[in-house]
């Protein structure tokens, strides 16, 4: 932990910033998740699956570097290469060989829904360690996948 004038306990601050790491593996992890769907689906629905996509990405993107830059502001190093994402991701491996519509919708649903469940998952985890504003970040995060998962659930129906 780097050296810090915030008045949250040490200890906590640590812990925090341990969950956030976890945070910004999994969510570059979904990022990319999204960019492999946008790249890859084909098929009649290939425009509107192509931009729904690109705008789920779009709309996901910019929690990594709020979730990087809180690890930060607490006093902690953001791990944020491709290898600690790797490493530090709790979703499961994204499938490289779809193409078709519905599947890259059936993938990156689950996708998006076990990450929604991570994020409230933090705000309760956070919030017992005394960082109401982590929680306060992690509820802005878990209403905005929720929205994007009914975005593409949508499709499904």
């Excluded at 956030?20 to 699956?49: C, P, R």
């Excluded at 491709?82 to 490289?96: D, M, R």
């Excluded at 829904?113 to 992690?138: C, N, P, S, V």
């Amino acid at each position: 932990m780097h050296e810090t004038r915030n008045d949250m306990n040490k200890d906590a601050r640590k812990k925090v910033c341990d969950i956030l790491n976890v945070h910004l593996a999994s969510l570059s992890d979904l990022t990319m998740q999204t960019k492999q769907a946008h790249w890859n689906v084909k098929g009649k629905e290939f425009i509107a699956l192509h931009g729904l996509f690109d705008a789920v990405y779009l709309a996901i993107t910019p929690f990594v570097d709020e979730v990087a830059e809180r690890c930060i502001a607490l006093g902690g190093t953001a791990l944020g290469t491709l290898q600690s994402a790797i490493k530090g991701t709790l979703l499961k491996t994204y499938p490289t060989d779809i193409t078709v519509g519905d599947d890259h919708i059936a993938a990156l649903s689950k996708a998006l829904a076990a990450y929604g469940k991570m994020a409230r998952e933090a705000i309760d985890q956070t919030d017992k360690l005394g960082d109401k504003d982590t929680a306060d970040l992690f509820t802005g995060i878990s209403r905005e996948i929720d929205k994007q998962l009914w975005m593409v659930e949508a499709h499904e129906q």
